[in-house]
């Protein structure tokens, strides 16, 4: 049996500043955050079978790069989500320290895509992990490597609460 939960958000429940400030009640990521009107608000799905976190979206026009293809930035976006999922299993918090992106096929705009992000390998506080875009063809469109490194997430939200976000209210 191949089974699947879905992951969104960031990991919360271990950490006392996470849990309890109320600037981090809601999800801004660009990526991944559902309370980002702006945002892509990809949803991925564990797999556990495949040890990956998957997730299947369509880029709207709003992502224009190339003429009916994505940006390379946004493409880089979706990569990196991908990767920054496994640190859910491991109920840590890793920010992108490295971020390397092989555009392979232009990413195409309206059509169905799968991103997949996994670990590759855990060391100390330095996670690397690597991540897939595939079109429905099963082709590989782009692929990511990166590096994360685990950070003391009350320690890293104290300061960051500290000051204010520049447009927040």
């Known amino acids: 049996m191949n089974k699947k939960r879905q992951v969104t958000g960031h990991v919360h429940h ?4 996470l849990k309890q400030h109320p ?3 809601k999800n801004y990521c660009f990526g991944c955050g559902q309370d980002n009107p702006e ?32 940006h390379g930035g946004i493409i880089a976006v979706i990569l990196d989500e991908a990767m920054s999922k496994p640190s859910k299993l ?3 918090l890793a920010p992108t320290v490295e971020l390397t992106v092989r555009y392979l096929k232009p990413v195409p705009l309206g ?6 992000g996994w670990e590759v390998r855990v060391r100390g506080r330095e996670h ?4 897939e875009i595939r079109n429905d063809r099963g ?10 490194k685990a950070v003391d997430a009350d320690r890293m939200m104290q300061k960051f609460l500290q000051t204010s976000v520049p447009g927040s209210r």
């Open 14 to 17: 271990k950490h006392p500043v």
């Open 111 to 116: 059509e169905k895509l799968t991103a997949s």
């Open 90 to 92: 491991r109920n840590v």
């Open 128 to 131: 690397l992990r690597a991540a």
């Open 23 to 25: 600037a981090l009640r």
């Open 139 to 148: 082709e590989l469109l782009a692929m990511g490597r990166g590096k994360f």
């Open 39 to 70: 945002g892509m608000r990809l949803k991925f799905v564990h797999d556990e079978q495949q040890k990956r976190f998957v997730a299947h979206f369509r880029l709207g026009r709003r992502f224009t790069g190339p003429p009916r293809h994505a």
